[in-house]
């Protein structure tokens, strides 16, 4: 499979600090889900902010399909990647949602017929057709960021990079909108980054970059990171909800299985084994 995304011996330093990125090396794979954690201050918002030219590295290399991005080629290389902040309020720019999600293509001199199918169909692929006349002020924090995927997907780019996309969504529109980043991933075989704090939200990425500190620690699957108790000791960071549930259900001596699952893969094991006794 081809790298979509290799990065090389990557630093980055802002003004009188310390390093904030120290020799970041790793791939992505086109149509990989890649999950990047770690705690606040640890480089990872700055990474995402790297790949997406926002930043540019003291020193390393950043190739997007095989291209080193540097001054002359990121406009370019930026055409194929769309990114979702945040804080949804900050990423609109015009009086209504489907002006807001014709913006970019507007920049890149689409032509009208051509921008109004593209937006059409990107609003509905989100589920927010109904919304397009709609203030963007009247929308709630989940629909704000279904039409920010929307502005992304209109453009029709390759790479999508997500920072921090739910951390500021009630539960259900975190679960809405992750089903639907889930969905517009299958459908527009998108390859995806996102830096995340909520662990439910890693463990649905085929891989995971932990950060600490400006350092690559560990790069593995889900299965492999949050099974290892030592690891997870050692980072102070969070178990999956299936592990805790786990934990519980072998204090009551409920036979559980020993490797890992995401939480639909537990709950079919939990109906079977009910059918069972």
Sequence with gaps: MMSIIKVTHLNYQYEAHKKILNDINFTVETGEWLAIIGHNGSGKSTLLRCLDGLLTPQSGQILINDTIMNDENIWQLRQKMGMIFQNPDEQFVRATVADDV?????????????????????????????????????????????????????????????????????????????QIIKQ?????????????????????????????????????????????KTLLSQLNLPIPYTEQLKNKLRQYHVPVPQGFYDIKEFVKYLWTLSSKM
């Design 102 to 178: 014709a913006f970019a293509l507007e920049n890149a001199a689409v032509p009208p017929q051509l921008m109004q199918q593209r937006v059409h169909e990107a609003l509905a692929a989100v589920g927010m057709l109904a919304y397009a006349d709609k203030a963007p002020a009247q929308l709630s924090g989940g629909q704000k960021q279904r039409v920010a995927l929307a502005g992304v997907i209109a453009q029709q780019p390759r790479l999508m990079l997500l920072d921090e996309a739910t951390s500021m969504l009630d539960p259900d529109g975190r679960r809405l909108v992750l």
């Design 184 to 228: 517009l991933r299958q459908k527009y075989h998108l390859t995806l980054l996102s830096v995340t704090h909520d662990i439910d939200e890693a463990i649905m990425a085929d891989r995971i970059l932990i950060i600490n500190d400006g350092h690559i620690i560990k790069n593995d699957t889900p299965a492999a990171i949050f099974t290892d």
